[in-house]
């Protein structure tokens, strides 16, 4: 069973950065399609984030484009969001995800990070 743990939420002002972190238990971010994802208060769903694939494509909403970059470093079993110039709406839990595109059934989630954007 992959385990994916999130870390690096907090408390952040307006315009400040934050950056998150997913370690794998396993070597899996190189080998499936990971994403981030958030859900605000209040909210039912989660909405993705990003979006980056085995061969390092990258996509983003246009939320968080320009402002936020996925990223991952496979030595360490470790993806990234650095997120910038976060404003009030950012406000959510960050889940990691990782989905065999193969296999779609076949899927793994963390147990998501805080993030807070307030003054």
């Known amino acids: 069973q992959v385990q994916l743990l999130e870390s690096g939420g907090g408390l952040v002002q307006p315009g400040g950065s934050l950056r998150l972190s997913c370690v794998a238990s396993?070597?899996?971010?190189?080998?499936?399609?990971s994403h981030w994802y958030r859900q605000a208060p209040g909210e039912q769903r989660k909405k993705l984030v990003a979006?980056?694939?085995?061969?390092?494509?990258?996509e983003y909403p246009d939320s968080v484009k320009g402002r936020f970059t996925i990223s991952r470093d496979d030595a360490k079993n470790t993806m990234y969001l650095q997120m910038n110039s976060l404003k009030p709406e950012d406000t959510a839990v960050y889940y990691c995800h990782a989905m065999n595109f193969d296999n779609p059934s076949q899927f793994y989630w963390g147990q998501g990070t805080q993030v807070t954007v307030s003054s």
């Open positions: 396993t070597s899996i971010f190189s080998q499936y399609v």
């Open positions: 979006r980056i694939t085995p061969g390092g494509s990258t």
